[in-house]
């Protein structure tokens, strides 16, 4: 199987490589979602601020 990233960027990733972006930050970001069961809305994130650096990576997990 051709692996199109390695391939577009001459075998080294380039395309994956970040050049311009040196972090990425968030304020006060509250997320509500509706529950599954009772159908009433339930806040999964409240409030939260965060920044992400490049050449990091940040995953938000939860229930499946």
Excluded: C
């Amino acid at each position: 199987m051709l692996d199109i990233e390695n391939a577009a960027g001459g075998g080294d990733y380039a395309k994956l490589t970040n050049k311009n972006v040196r972090s990425f930050g968030w304020k006060g970001v509250t997320v509500t979602v509706k529950d599954r069961h009772s159908q009433q809305p339930k806040t999964i994130l409240s409030d939260v601020n965060g920044i992400v650096k490049s050449g990091e990576l940040l995953a938000l997990m939860g229930p499946s």
